[in-house]
């Protein structure tokens, strides 16, 4: 009886203890990134968040953009950026909350959901996502039963009150980061707070959504999505994108037939590059040879011959590898948001050592994607491989941060399988590319997750009327 009154009386506690914090006792910090689109796309949110603020306080709250907070390149992965939250919020504020550019936030509803959690205590919010099975992304974690450890979805945004922020801070502080590679930050993030058990959980909340914001069944959250990528004019052409393959002998009778059979026919442009020259593909071998991991060689080789006579100028390049699945129409669709005339370097992601002043890089399977003004500053800066094997990726990433160069996110490209990913994850995503063809049927995944004609997707539509003014 004693368990079963002690739940009847918790909530009731809990709504006597704590109140809605005022608006500035909350901190808000959009995790933007420095490429222009961005930057519009995250000075919108802070704009809207500002507004809603207005109406219900003089005083507003405090709205940081994450790509401004200082210079050091690494804090999209949140942890280094720690102790800077802690000292300058950690004694006026009650809640650090987080959220993408593309997160709605319905500014009264947040604050009252805050409301129902304690802000002297330690807790850790979030919309849960876990994975079905183990996965090489999050290093096999949890193998034995990977659904028991939850993680936050960042599009429905999520919070971490003051008392963690500070003790969180006090071990980054003391303890050096020990994880040379960030992959997936999300699940890296709550990794981090969990501790090996010993630290905090998330915690659920069903008000931080991401329903589009149209849904019906968003009316009780007070997070939600737009319901359409965005689309910043007409869709890149595509006599505008030079599409580079990079294939090998032993895997033209195996792979190069899947790329034929789904995406090849969307690109306008395109050319596979081997280190053996087959005219029934056709292959070109640009004289380096294979390697078996790496391939800094070759991609440097392509960057090369994309400013060279031999190919169509186009704005855009592509490169793939041979076992990366993706959708043309739709990358046209996103760069119709990017300035081809800015140095855009466009994938996934990842990143190295950033703790320890390293750098981020596109990890390439997810297909990474350059604008010609990239090129030209990578080449002329005199970047180049140390050996034919480096990865390729983390070689250009290393160049790009000596250059000063971003290197620009989109979730939408995804360096591993669809199983590899949470499904609520992609449920509200319009997927750009997968890779590896590991146990699958790589056809099969390309008829469900990436065919389509620009009208009918994954994720319920994609309309070219809707526009995003910038």
């Not at 704009?47 to 994450?66: C, F, G, M, N, R």
């Not at 450890?149 to 003391?174: E, G, H, M, Q, T």
């Not at 593909?281 to 004289?287: A, E, Y």
Request: one cysteine or more; a negative charge.
């Amino acid at each position: 009886l004693g368990v079963n009154m002690q739940a009847v009386q918790l909530p009731v506690l809990i709504s006597v203890l704590c109140v809605p914090p005022d608006l500035r006792e909350i901190v808000f910090v959009i995790q933007s990134q420095s490429n222009s689109f961005h930057v519009r796309q995250a000075e919108r949110r802070r704009a809207d968040l500002l507004e809603q603020a207005q109406s219900l306080t003089e005083k507003p709250p405090v709205v940081l953009l994450l790509h401004n907070l200082s210079d050091n390149e690494g804090d999209w992965s949140i942890l280094p950026l720690l102790p800077y939250l802690s000292q300058s919020f950690g004694k006026n504020s009650s809640w650090i909350v987080f959220l993408e550019e593309e997160t709605n936030v319905k500014m009264t509803k947040l604050v009252q959901v805050l409301g129902k959690f304690d802000q002297n205590k330690e807790w850790f919010l979030g919309k849960p996502l876990h994975d079905e099975e183990s996965t090489i992304i999050h290093h096999y974690a949890f193998a034995e039963n990977p659904s028991v450890f939850k993680y936050p979805d960042f599009s429905a945004a999520w919070a971490l009150s003051i008392p963690l922020v500070v003790r969180l801070a006090n071990k980054v502080r003391d303890e050096p980061l020990k994880s040379d590679f960030t992959i997936d930050l999300k699940h890296e993030v709550a990794l981090y707070i969990w501790e090996n058990g010993k630290g905090q959980h998330l915690t659920a909340v069903p008000e931080l959504c991401t329903e589009p914001d149209d849904s019906p069944q968003a009316q009780h959250c007070a997070t939600t999505l737009r319901s359409l990528p965005p689309l910043c004019g007409e869709p890149v052409s595509a006599d505008d994108v030079f599409v580079a393959v990079k294939t090998c002998k032993k895997f033209h009778s195996e792979r190069v037939p899947v790329v034929k059979k789904t995406w090849e026919k969307d690109a306008l442009f395109l050319e596979y590059y081997s280190d053996h020259a087959d005219p029934s593909i056709p292959t070109i071998n640009l004289g380096v040879p294979n390697t078996e991991r790496g391939h800094c060689g070759k991609t440097f080789a392509i960057l090369k011959r994309f400013l060279s006579d031999d190919v169509p100028k186009t704005n855009w390049l592509l490169i793939v590898d041979d076992d990366t699945l993706i959708s043309l129409p739709r990358l046209q669709v996103l760069l119709s948001c990017y300035d081809p005339f800015e140095p855009v370097c466009l994938g996934e992601r990842y990143g190295y050592g950033l703790s320890q002043g390293g750098y981020s890089y596109i990890t390439g399977g997810g297909g990474m994607v350059f604008s010609r003004e990239a090129v030209v500053r990578l080449l002329k800066s005199g970047c180049k491989c140390y050996s034919n094997d480096a990865p390729d990726d983390m070689v250009l990433g290393m160049c790009l941060n000596a250059l000063g160069l971003p290197v620009t996110h989109s979730p939408l490209f995804h360096q591993a399988r669809p199983e590899d990913y949470a499904r609520d994850f992609l449920a509200h995503q319009v997927p750009v590319s997968f890779h590896k063809h590991w146990n699958i049927d790589p056809i099969a995944v390309f008829n469900k997750w990436l065919k389509d004609d620009l009208r009918t997707t994954t994720a319920g539509g994609l309309n070219k009327s809707t526009k995003t003014e910038l």
